[in-house]
Protein backbone atom coordinates (compact mmCIF):
# COMPACT_ATOMS: atom_id res chain seq x y z
CA UNK A 1 0.00 0.00 0.00
CA UNK A 2 1.17 3.75 -0.54
CA UNK A 3 0.17 6.22 1.77
CA UNK A 4 0.61 9.94 0.55
CA UNK A 5 1.88 12.15 3.71
CA UNK A 6 1.91 15.75 2.38
CA UNK A 7 2.10 18.54 4.73
CA UNK A 8 2.42 22.48 5.07
CA UNK A 9 4.81 23.84 7.56
CA UNK A 10 6.45 26.64 8.08
CA UNK A 11 8.88 26.30 11.31
CA UNK A 12 9.19 22.77 10.53
CA UNK A 13 7.13 21.40 13.44
CA UNK A 14 4.26 20.06 11.04
CA UNK A 15 6.93 18.53 8.94
CA UNK A 16 8.02 16.90 12.19
CA UNK A 17 4.64 15.53 12.78
CA UNK A 18 4.19 14.22 9.43
CA UNK A 19 7.77 12.26 8.86
CA UNK A 20 6.63 10.55 12.57
CA UNK A 21 2.76 10.21 10.60
CA UNK A 22 5.50 8.41 7.35
CA UNK A 23 7.63 6.43 10.11
CA UNK A 24 4.36 4.84 11.79
CA UNK A 25 2.87 4.11 7.88
CA UNK A 26 6.31 2.32 7.50
CA UNK A 27 6.71 0.43 10.38
CA UNK A 28 3.31 -0.94 9.62
CA UNK A 29 4.69 -2.40 6.48
CA UNK A 30 3.38 -0.21 3.71
CA UNK A 31 5.26 2.73 1.64
CA UNK A 32 5.03 6.20 2.62
CA UNK A 33 6.17 9.16 0.32
CA UNK A 34 6.61 12.33 2.16
CA UNK A 35 5.55 15.90 0.43
CA UNK A 36 5.11 19.71 0.94
CA UNK A 37 1.68 20.01 0.15
CA UNK A 38 2.58 22.64 -2.43
CA UNK A 39 3.99 20.29 -4.51
CA UNK A 40 1.81 17.45 -4.44
CA UNK A 41 0.96 16.63 -7.83
CA UNK A 42 -2.45 15.07 -9.22
CA UNK A 43 -0.23 11.91 -10.22
CA UNK A 44 0.83 11.74 -6.39
CA UNK A 45 -2.89 11.68 -5.50
CA UNK A 46 -3.55 9.15 -8.21
CA UNK A 47 -0.89 6.91 -7.33
CA UNK A 48 -1.66 6.52 -3.37
CA UNK A 49 -3.56 4.30 -1.87
CA UNK A 50 -4.81 6.81 1.30
CA UNK A 51 -3.31 10.91 2.36
CA UNK A 52 -2.43 12.32 5.11
CA UNK A 53 -3.10 16.07 4.94
CA UNK A 54 -1.12 18.24 7.78
CA UNK A 55 -1.27 21.63 8.58
CA UNK A 56 -0.07 24.39 11.37
CA UNK A 57 -3.00 25.88 12.83
CA UNK A 58 -3.53 30.07 12.19
CA UNK A 59 -5.08 32.37 13.64
CA UNK A 60 -6.35 35.30 11.70
CA UNK A 61 -7.49 38.84 13.77
CA UNK A 62 -11.25 38.67 14.35
CA UNK A 63 -12.40 35.88 11.64
CA UNK A 64 -10.87 33.06 13.07
CA UNK A 65 -8.40 30.21 13.71
CA UNK A 66 -7.74 27.40 11.40
CA UNK A 67 -5.56 25.71 9.14
CA UNK A 68 -2.58 27.84 7.45
CA UNK A 69 -4.73 29.56 4.38
CA UNK A 70 -1.62 28.01 2.04
CA UNK A 71 -2.78 24.39 3.20
CA UNK A 72 -6.50 25.23 2.58
CA UNK A 73 -5.20 26.84 -1.02
CA UNK A 74 -3.32 23.69 -1.84
CA UNK A 75 -6.21 21.63 -0.97
CA UNK A 76 -8.23 23.18 -3.11
CA UNK A 77 -5.84 22.49 -5.93
CA UNK A 78 -5.80 18.82 -5.50
CA UNK A 79 -7.43 16.60 -8.01
CA UNK A 80 -10.73 14.61 -7.22
CA UNK A 81 -10.22 12.16 -4.80
CA UNK A 82 -13.20 9.47 -5.36
CA UNK A 83 -13.56 7.94 -1.87
CA UNK A 84 -9.92 7.62 -1.07
CA UNK A 85 -9.46 7.32 2.94
CA UNK A 86 -7.52 10.03 4.51
CA UNK A 87 -6.21 11.54 7.54
CA UNK A 88 -5.95 15.03 8.46
CA UNK A 89 -3.50 16.09 11.42
CA UNK A 90 -1.94 19.28 12.36
CA UNK A 91 0.35 21.37 14.63
CA UNK A 92 -0.51 24.37 17.28
CA UNK A 93 0.64 26.47 19.96
CA UNK A 94 -2.46 27.48 22.12
CA UNK A 95 -5.44 25.60 20.36
CA UNK A 96 -6.60 24.16 17.21
CA UNK A 97 -9.96 24.60 17.70
CA UNK A 98 -11.86 24.22 14.16
CA UNK A 99 -8.92 23.70 12.61
CA UNK A 100 -9.57 19.56 12.29
CA UNK A 101 -12.91 20.51 11.21
CA UNK A 102 -12.24 22.62 8.28
CA UNK A 103 -9.70 20.87 6.81
CA UNK A 104 -11.65 17.18 7.26
CA UNK A 105 -14.18 19.46 5.14
CA UNK A 106 -11.62 20.53 2.38
CA UNK A 107 -11.12 17.06 1.79
CA UNK A 108 -14.38 15.48 1.90
CA UNK A 109 -14.59 18.53 -0.63
CA UNK A 110 -12.60 16.46 -2.85
CA UNK A 111 -14.54 13.25 -2.42
CA UNK A 112 -12.11 12.15 0.41
CA UNK A 113 -13.34 9.61 3.12
CA UNK A 114 -11.36 10.93 6.59
CA UNK A 115 -10.71 8.28 8.78
CA UNK A 116 -8.74 9.48 11.36
CA UNK A 117 -7.55 12.99 12.52
CA UNK A 118 -4.86 14.18 14.96
CA UNK A 119 -3.95 17.74 16.99
CA UNK A 120 -0.38 17.54 18.15
CA UNK A 121 1.13 20.59 20.52
CA UNK A 122 4.34 21.87 19.01
CA UNK A 123 6.25 20.57 22.02
CA UNK A 124 5.11 16.74 21.13
CA UNK A 125 4.54 17.10 17.17
CA UNK A 126 4.90 13.50 16.70
CA UNK A 127 2.41 12.85 19.61
CA UNK A 128 -0.66 10.65 18.34
CA UNK A 129 0.95 10.01 14.67
CA UNK A 130 1.05 6.20 15.14
CA UNK A 131 -2.75 5.95 15.90
CA UNK A 132 -3.63 8.17 12.94
CA UNK A 133 -1.16 5.95 10.88
CA UNK A 134 -2.96 2.97 12.34
CA UNK A 135 -6.30 3.97 11.71
CA UNK A 136 -5.69 5.32 7.98
CA UNK A 137 -3.58 2.14 6.96
CA UNK A 138 -7.01 -0.12 8.48
CA UNK A 139 -8.91 1.69 5.79
CA UNK A 140 -7.21 1.39 2.80
C1 LIG B 1 1.19 33.72 11.94
C2 LIG B 1 0.96 32.63 12.95
C3 LIG B 1 -0.29 32.49 13.53
C4 LIG B 1 -0.53 31.48 14.46
N1 LIG B 1 -1.77 31.37 15.03
C5 LIG B 1 -2.01 30.39 15.92
C6 LIG B 1 -3.30 30.26 16.52
O1 LIG B 1 -4.22 31.05 16.29
N2 LIG B 1 -3.50 29.25 17.43
C7 LIG B 1 -2.52 28.35 17.74
O2 LIG B 1 -2.76 27.45 18.55
N3 LIG B 1 -1.28 28.45 17.18
C8 LIG B 1 -1.01 29.43 16.29
N4 LIG B 1 0.24 29.54 15.71
C9 LIG B 1 1.28 28.58 16.12
C10 LIG B 1 1.55 27.49 15.07
O3 LIG B 1 0.37 26.89 14.61
C11 LIG B 1 2.42 26.38 15.69
O4 LIG B 1 3.60 26.94 16.22
C12 LIG B 1 2.75 25.31 14.69
O5 LIG B 1 3.29 24.20 15.36
C13 LIG B 1 3.75 25.79 13.64
O6 LIG B 1 3.96 24.76 12.72
P1 LIG B 1 5.20 24.78 11.71
O7 LIG B 1 6.46 24.74 12.55
O8 LIG B 1 5.04 23.52 10.91
O9 LIG B 1 5.11 26.00 10.89
C14 LIG B 1 0.51 30.56 14.81
C15 LIG B 1 1.76 30.70 14.20
C16 LIG B 1 2.00 31.72 13.29
C17 LIG B 1 3.35 31.84 12.65
Not at 70 to 86: E, I, Q, S, T
Request: net charge positive; charged share 25%; hydrophobic share 45%.
Amino acid sequence: MQVLVAYESRGGRTRRAAEAVADAVRARGSDATLKALSEVTPQDIEHADAVAVGSWVQGFIVVKVGPAKAALDAVGRLPAMGGKPAAVFCTYAASPRATLAILRRSLEAKGAKVVAENASHRSHPDRGAAELAERLCASA
